[in-house]
């Protein structure tokens, strides 16, 4: 069973930065998609950024230039490099994976069967 862990959430001012990080296991596959998600109160989930495990990343037009995925060696441990934050980034950040090399945060959020708990993100002005 595939358990995903969130961490490295908190407050910040705008222009400020944050690292999340998810600690994966129980993958039993080698190739898999593994990304970022985000809720505000009131808004639907949204795609931030996905990674596949030969390193090919995508990112949705909002956070490109200032948000960076990536994939520790052991392929183990995803982390999300958050620069220039804006209030508007401001949500519930969860951590998702499938095992699959189709890779994209536009898909529907309903397309990743494993989620984690999720860490908050608060960006004030």
């Known amino acids: 069973q595939v358990k995903l862990v969130e961490s490295g959430g908190g407050s910040v001012q705008a222009g400020g930065s944050l690292r999340l990080s998810c600690e994966a296991s129980?993958?039993?596959?080698?190739?898999?998609?593994m990304g970022w998600f985000r809720q505000a109160p009131g808004k639907e989930r949204e795609g931030v950024a996905t990674?596949?495990?030969?390193?090919?990343?995508s990112y949705t037009d909002s956070v490109k230039g200032r948000f960076t995925i990536s994939l520790d060696a052991s392929k183990t441990t995803l982390y999300l490099q958050m620069n220039s934050l804006k209030p508007e980034d401001t949500a519930m950040y969860y951590c998702?994976?499938?095992?699959?090399?189709?890779?994209?945060?536009?898909?529907?959020?309903?397309?990743?069967?494993?989620w984690g708990q999720g860490t908050q993100v608060t960006v004030s002005s």
């Open positions: 990674i596949r495990t030969d390193g090919a990343t």
């Open positions: 129980g993958f039993t596959y080698s190739n898999y998609c």
């Open positions: 998702t994976a499938r095992a699959t090399l189709y890779c994209s945060p536009l898909v529907s959020p309903t397309y990743f069967p494993n």
